[in-house]
């Protein structure tokens, strides 16, 4: 199964406004560049690099009667027409270069519900708040590159 990537985001400072882009680079050290959560920080890492599902943020979002920018989600990619695998250690592939391995599901925080009531729980099911990953093999990424499980 391929996908696409719909959106990228980043956001420079914690709590900062996310910036959507175009295309991005993506490092070993630093994820996404010019995302600060991407740095490698404490051991064992796992939060360089977060994706969602367009479905499941629409999903929460008609839950919720809202209509939201995917971007205020906070995570950094935004896939369409993939389900992302809910199994720590597998890697999937963006474009001809990126390679990400899922470390674990994206727990919703308290912002959500500040974004909008019952937000945080219309994310919490079956992963729907994304995965995070860390980056395996670094290059760089666009919106409308593939993404694919790595076999």
């Known amino acids: 199964m391929t996908g696409r990537i719909a959106g990228i985001a980043r956001h420079a400072i914690p709590k900062g406004p996310m910036e959507t882009i175009d295309h991005a680079t993506v490092t070993l050290e630093g994820g996404i560049g010019g995302d600060f959560r991407g740095a490698m920080k404490g051991k064992p ?15 929460a979002m008609a839950q919720v009667g809202h209509s939201i ?7 950094n990619l935004l896939v369409e027409g993939f389900d992302l695998p809910q199994t720590p250690g597998t ?12 470390t674990c599901e994206t727990e919703p925080c308290e912002r959500m519900e ?9 994310l919490t099911p079956d992963w729907r708040g994304g995965a995070l990953t860390k980056v395996i093999t670094p290059g760089t990424i666009a919106v409308g590159d ?4 790595e076999e």
Do not use: C, F, M, T
Not at 91 to 102: H, N, Q
Not at 114 to 122: I, M, Q
Not at 146 to 149: D, E, L
């Open 114 to 122: 500040a974004l909008a009531e019952g937000l945080r729980a219309a």
């Open 91 to 102: 890697r999937i592939r963006i474009g001809a270069d990126v390679v990400l391995e899922i």
């Open 45 to 59: 890492y796992k939060r360089q690099v977060s994706l969602i599902e367009a479905n499941d943020w629409d999903a």
């Open 146 to 149: 593939s993404i694919r499980i």
């Open 69 to 75: 920018p995917w971007e205020q989600r906070r995570a």
